[in-house]
DNA sequence: TTATATTGGTTAACCGCTTAACGTATTTTG
DNA sequence: CAAAATACGTTAAGCGGTTAACCAATATAA
């Protein structure tokens, strides 16, 4: 079943019947419109994406990239799962397909969005080593999320991460907490992860609390093993609590601790970041700060289908709040 | 840069270098060969994948249809995301694309799978309500997996369920226990669950020690709701370990074990399925049995492409073996 | 009444690639 | 040495839509 056959039943020329699919209304009779949508109803036809994508030359397919840690499944990260899931759903309620790609070869990526024709991109996590690849890109409406790094033209949507970052601070010092560490949750050096520890930095400062370098942990390394973790324990000025940048890390790292026989909360703290359904599932559940990432995918897509139909639109930034999800995993030192 | 500029600057025609790029090279010299490929690596050409499509009529993407909850984000079940994302590295490495629908919406799904002129179609789960709108799609090649009812003309891959049931069964009855519940995965009936099931029935048969059908949980839903859960264990016949078919129910059970002050394995043991990540997060560990998704979704893809490529290859099914992997949620009670 | 819009279409040239059918030389075979 | 086969191509007709350009009939404005 195609167009062309459809026109033919109704009686009218491909353009018509073209017309009235993509709402094209204008020069058309509302009859002919409705018989048109008859015909279409009956007969189950569904137009041909390819053909479509050819001559617009613009498909209705979503460049999805994300940063991946190599040869890793991508969806093993319950934050990527749960947010890839989200802006899946979204694009659909769009009529939009994602291409999800991981950063692992970049050379795939780039023959993938020109292959496709892709009429967008949304980009996810740092992706340092790969900037001067990505500009090329940009020939595209495209969305950054979860980074900090700007393309001039592009648009934005991030976390407020320094605030999440000053909250965990805030709260950490509130209940008592003076030696504190950092766990980073990207392995490649993320400014994700630094608007966090910045954030966290200035939270603490307000209690005159300085964070020990040794214990700004670049990469979750310790948290997988063991004797790095009890290493860094048994030094006397040893951190009472641990704010992770991410609460992968935290389920980790509260895994870990139990491994170890430590109890959290009791003899070590942690907090999480993301609030994922993971954080409820630890012992004790995890104390974490929240975003909405069922709002932020709404938002990326929202803005990226908005510069999609209008090419000229001036760039776009916005920032998301995040909350304090209090828990169990962190001790009251204050009596 | 098409495949029409590449034609010219070699001084060949457009059928020549669609055969080169294609490799059918039976007709085209091997110095000519060179020439081409080396212009459309200089050029960074890439060919156009609706074009293709639609001139062959089939494109290089696989539907991958997951059975869901309705509105849940389907890569929130960390089984759906594990195995999806196997499934995607499979298929790029054979060029394919994967587009990703859940069963929410049947009719969006059919007329995807017809609009993109999809090369095969994998589905995973059961989908007992939707079984005659299946059949309408069988025209492509497609591979059943995670489930258990036929289709004329289809291909399977599965995991040997009944012998994980068997497993379980038997180790827990080893273990000492002999009173014991079963709870289910799917919402809906699902029969991967149902074989499971059948499985540790007819492990526990063996000892003969048969389940209550009290403690046959048809749905999750005790799982989440502490107190139905407690319910359930202040009975005087209460069960003395759980055998859950997924890793998340597992978890989940532990965590409102935990919540209800009941200690695994120490008055409550727990059994799981899958050997998801989250299966070394619990705390305890969970015992479970394993299935290595990696090697299904490369089954999967392998016998999908094959079909792909041969349409006239005979149906084909394969089941993989499961294992035990002991960690810490089971007591035994046998001193 | 004539010029001008407006309504409701049609025509046909693409979009970029594939592929069956059709050529020539050149080589091999009987 | 003629016929057949082989090597190495080319031509051109699609695939199923989109869209700029064009047109006829009717309504409106001057």
Chains 1, 2 share one sequence.
Not at 16 to 42: F, K, M, P, W, Y
Not at 113 to 121: I, Q, T, Y
Request: hydrophobic share 40%; proline share 5%.
């Amino acid at each position: 079943m195609t167009l062309k056959e459809i026109a033919r039943t109704a009686g009218v020329s491909t353009a018509t019947v073209s017309n009235v699919i993509n709402g094209n209304l204008h020069h058309v009779s509302a009859d002919t419109v409705e018989r048109i949508q008859n015909i279409i109803q009956e007969s189950g036809y569904v137009p041909n994406q390819a053909a479509r994508s050819l001559a617009q030359r613009e498909s209705k397919v979503v460049a999805v990239i994300i940063q991946a840690i190599p040869n890793e499944n991508i969806f093993r990260n319950p934050y990527t799962a749960e947010y890839v899931g989200a802006l899946t759903v979204e694009l659909y309620r769009h009529g939009y397909f994602p291409l999800i790609r991981s950063t692992d070869d970049y050379r795939d990526v780039v023959a993938d969005l020109r292959g496709w024709n892709v009429a967008g991109a949304i980009f996810s996590g740092t992706f340092p080593r790969h900037l001067k690849n990505i500009k090329s890109l940009t020939t595209v409406p495209t969305v950054f999320t979860d980074c900090y790094f700007r393309i001039p033209g592009t648009n934005h949507v991030g976390v407020d991460d320094v605030s999440g970052g000053q909250l965990a601070g805030d709260y950490l010092a509130q209940m008592g907490h003076k030696r504190l560490a950092f766990i980073a949750n990207s392995i490649d050096e993320s400014d994700v992860d630094q608007h966090r520890l910045q954030g966290f930095r200035e939270g603490l400062a307000a209690y005159d609390i300085t964070l020990t370098d040794d214990f700004v942990l670049p990469t979750p390394a310790n948290v997988y093993n063991p004797d790095l973790l009890k290493n860094l324990l048994q030094r006397p000025d040893a951190p009472t609590a641990f704010f992770c940048a991410s609460d992968r890390v935290a389920a980790q790292l509260i895994q870990t601790l139990n491994h170890l026989n430590y109890r959290v909360p009791d003899d070590i703290s942690v907090v999480g970041f993301d609030n994922l359904p993971t954080a409820e599932l630890t012992h004790p559940p995890l104390t974490t700060l929240a975003q909405d990432i069922d709002q932020k995918a709404h938002l990326v897509v929202d803005m990226l289908i908005r510069h999609i139909k209008q090419k000229d639109l001036a760039p776009e930034r916005t920032l998301l709040g995040v909350w304090l999800v209090e828990r169990q995993s962190v001790a009251d030192l204050n009596n």
